[in-house]
């Protein structure tokens, strides 16, 4: 069983640029979920998708945009980039929407803004 | 307004059991409490879930006692490879987990 993967696994980015982050879910799991991780805190949720379409927005402004696709994999955009931008993105999947279900990981994508 | 209060860091040598403590005292009957642990550079990793009383499983033990506004999360014969960010969270049924800073554990020889 493939675990969650995500793509690339870092990347430097120019302020008001654009990035696509990319997650494939594990096998099976139609529920995506994002989150930004600045460094020595704890992840922050972004947003998170079900069966393409958005359930749920934590407090990100709407240049953080998503997609979810049939086979359940998911996009990460991402404009006009900030300094503050820069953080460890994370991609969890998981076979129901709701926070109390077990949420797997992947290893994350490094985006450094400058 | 944070849901949970943990240490924000701990100390251990190899071999000895470690007790994390974390304090949810506006905990809702519908809440779980769930732990994490996160290793650098690397996605968090669920550990253990309860509602109340105890949960253990083969890496792990959860004590939540009758009013539920605490738990500890044991961790029996620590290792190197245990050093980590470990996460208590407390989740409703909604759609996000809600992480706070962690518990930033430290095992050495």
């Known amino acids: 069983e493939t675990g969650v993967t995500q793509s690339p696994t870092h990347l430097i980015k120019t302020r008001g640029q654009q990035v696509t982050l990319r997650c494939s879910s594990q096998s099976g799991h139609n529920t995506v979920s994002w989150y930004q991780q600045a460094l020595g805190q704890g992840p922050q949720f972004i947003f998170q998708?079900?069966?393409?379409?958005?359930?749920g927005r934590g407090n990100f402004p709407p240049r953080f945009s998503g997609l979810q696709f049939p086979n359940y994999s998911s996009e990460l955009n991402v404009n006009a980039l900030e300094l503050d931008d820069s953080a460890l993105y994370l991609c969890?999947?998981?076979?129901?929407?709701?926070?109390?279900?077990?949420?797997?990981f992947g290893p994350g994508t490094r985006l450094t803004v400058t | 307004l944070a849901k949970t209060t943990q240490p924000i860091s701990m100390d251990s040598y190899e071999g000895q059991e470690v007790n994390i403590t974390c304090s949810h005292n506006?905990?809702?009957?519908?809440?779980?409490i769930t732990w994490y642990q996160q290793f650098p550079s690397q996605g968090p990793r669920f550990i253990i879930q309860?509602?109340?009383t105890k949960v253990t499983n083969e890496v792990a033990s959860l004590f939540i006692p009758a009013d539920r506004k605490s738990s500890t999360l044991s961790l029996p014969r620590v290792s190197l490879s245990d050093t980590a960010v470990y996460y208590c969270?407390?989740?409703?049924?909604?759609?996000?987990?809600?992480f706070g800073k962690g518990t930033s554990l430290l095992v050495t020889p």
């Open positions: 998708y079900y069966r393409e379409e958005e359930n």
């Open positions: 969270l407390v989740e409703d049924s909604g759609y996000a987990l809600n």
């Open positions: 969890a999947s998981s076979p129901r929407r709701d926070n109390t279900y077990e949420q797997y």
């Open positions: 309860g509602y109340k």
């Open positions: 506006n905990i809702a009957t519908n809440d779980y």
